[in-house]
């Protein structure tokens, strides 16, 4: 365990960051899937208009990797297919029915995933939908199955203006959290670094087993995994590292533990035009007009993800799968 003081960076101060209480709003009317959020995967259609899907359905997979699956993250119907120009995929708009009745699939105990074989993970997570969570470095594209990493990086802090505090939201989920540490390391012969904040309060990122965590501190981008990985696991020509979200290792760990999906999403609302500044536990592609309902929009961007890298999505928009 090691501490890094990053000196080189700077901090942009922004108003309107949110309050550290978690609101669980009201299951979307419609939520909406956006293929070009998942870098290196050329959709396939598995679904049509008005078809039925449960939460877990796949609604598209990879053309050149057909494990590789998207689902469903409600039950209900898919309500359009919506095209742009030369027949691009846009998005997948589901209409929930508010059952959220799920696909099962086979679940583990907290003593058995640190036993399972590489392949059973991989044939979880894929089966699931769940393996693009793990994204490779470099280009940030979905990892592959075929492939093993060097290493896996777990990215739990975030250093961007108005970010949401992965430590707060982590509390008190340290049984969730340490399972899908323990699937992660079932994917790699190298190791799995835990890459946090220092001074980090949450028993989830100061008493993980089985990985190498390490602290970070200083401006921006004291927080971005491709400083971390700099600084513990330089990538050399024809190395692959994956990472994942802290929070992604949560909804892993729900997956073995719990055998559904988990399509939960703990957000910050933030920024001078929210009309509320609070933590959302909403679901991935919640609409977000949700997310923002009360807010006057007039002039401002509705930014999916982080002020400096995330998409302008519109008052219209759906909250993109990695944010």
């Not at 392949?119 to 393996?131: A, C, H, I």
């Not at 929009?297 to 219209?316: F, H, T, Y």
């Amino acid at each position: 365990m090691a501490t890094f003081q990053i000196k080189q960076g700077r901090d942009i101060k922004l108003k309107g960051a949110a309050p550290k209480e978690i609101v669980t709003l009201s299951l979307p009317r419609q939520v909406a899937v956006v293929p070009s959020d998942f870098k290196g995967i050329k959709a396939s259609l598995c679904v049509k208009v008005n078809d039925a899907v449960k939460v877990g359905t796949p609604l598209f997979e990879d053309k050149h990797c057909p494990e590789i699956r998207i689902v469903s993250p409600v039950s209900g119907r898919v309500a359009a297919i919506n095209r742009g120009e030369k027949r691009f995929l846009e998005d997948i708009v589901v209409e929930s029915d508010g059952r959220q009745e799920p696909q099962v699939f086979r679940k583990f105990s907290a003593s058995e995933i640190p036993g399972l074989s590489k392949e059973d993970v991989e044939k979880t997570l894929l089966q699931s939908g769940l393996w693009p969570v793990l994204r490779q470095r470099p280009f940030s594209k979905v990892a592959h199955p075929h492939e093993s990493p060097k290493s896996i990086f777990v990215h739990a802090m975030n250093t961007e203006p108005l970010a949401p505090d992965v430590d707060f939201i982590l509390q008190g989920k340290e049984e969730q959290f340490q399972a899908g540490l323990n699937v992660l390391q079932r994917l790699t012969k190298g190791k799995v670094y835990l890459c946090a904040k220092h001074g980090s309060r949450s028993k989830a990122l100061t008493e993980g087993r089985g990985v190498e965590t390490h602290y970070f501190m200083g401006p921006h981008p004291a927080g971005n995994v491709s400083t971390h990985i700099h600084y513990l696991d330089p990538i050399h020509k024809g190395d692959h590292v994956w990472y994942v979200e802290a929070q992604d290792v949560l909804r892993v760990g729900s997956l073995f533990l719990e055998g559904v999906y988990p399509a939960e999403r703990v957000v910050a609302v933030t920024g001078e035009g929210a009309g509320r500044k609070f933590y959302a536990k909403t679901i991935v592609g919640a609409p977000v007009s949700l997310l923002l309902e009360g807010s006057s929009l007039e002039g401002m961007r509705c930014i999916s993800g982080g002020v400096l890298a995330g998409k302008d999505v519109g008052k219209n928009g759906f909250l993109s799968f990695y944010d």
